[in-house]
């Protein structure tokens, strides 16, 4: 069930480990089927070097689980709540990376001083309030931060990416540490100055259109 889709999410969870990004068995990458709604999450606890697309879990929306030997992540009522209420969203990765974390250990957001965070996501990273350990009240403080945004610090906690596809959502949680640890050192430095609303506009509108394969073929060229 799901091959294709395993094979993904298993991918994602490993290129976390890859991108040092998480260590042990700690954050989680999940993928939402379009047709039949079912999702699939990495196993709990299970370390990232032992993780093949097997190991993966089937879910449906209802945190029943489908198909997996295994017991989904602890946090797959997080992604089963937001994956309910943005039906925009069919990847979601979850992370304590460190630059990230030390923004949300501050409570502070991840501003948009650099062009990379406003390609990717067209603003800030914002920060939440504190939310108590557990499914609902930590996916709606993520939902409510987001503010129908791709992307959420959890405050005292680590972040949130949401994307077309699992691969998307862990690309986004890639250049959020990025950003995060480049604003971290240009912080030390004394003030850093966020780009105007306009062109942090600007900026997403010229990516969309331009980047990848699928963009202006004459600006790529």
């Known amino acids: 069930m799901l091959e294709t889709l395993k094979e993904e999410v298993c991918e994602q969870n490993h290129e ?4 040092g990004l998480v260590v042990g068995s700690g954050g989680n990458v999940s993928g939402r089927d379009p047709d039949s709604g ?10 990232f070097a032992k993780l093949t697309p097997d190991t993966m879990v089937v879910v449906d929306l209802k945190g029943n689980v489908i198909e997996g030997k295994m017991k989904p992540s602890v946090d797959t009522g997080i992604h089963l709540y937001i994956y ?11 992370t304590h990376s460190p630059y990230a974390t030390s923004f949300a250990a501050r409570g502070e957001r991840i501003p948009a001083i650099l062009t990379p965070i406003t390609h990717m996501l067209g603003r800030d990273v914002p920060c939440s309030r504190y939310a108590t350990p557990g499914e609902v009240d930590t996916a709606q403080a993520i939902i409510e931060a987001a503010q129908g945004g791709m992307s959420a610090l959890i ?12 691969t998307h959502a862990t690309s986004l949680a890639m250049y959020i540490e990025e950003a995060a640890k ?22 997403a509108n010229w990516f969309k259109k331009n980047y990848g394969q699928s963009g202006d073929k004459k600006i790529n060229a």
């Not at 309910?84 to 990847?91: I, L």
């Not at 405050?155 to 699992?166: D, E, R, V």
């Open 155 to 166: 405050k005292a906690h680590g972040l949130f990416t949401m994307g077309t596809s699992a």
């Open 16 to 19: 976390l480990a890859l991108n």
């Open 84 to 94: 309910r209420e943005r039906s925009d969203v069919f990847g979601i990765t979850h």
């Open 182 to 203: 480049t604003t971290h050192i240009a912080m030390l430095h004394g003030p850093v100055e966020e780009l105007p609303p306009e062109e942090i506009e600007r900026c």
């Open 38 to 47: 079912y999702v699939v999450i990495k196993p709990s606890g299970l370390k």
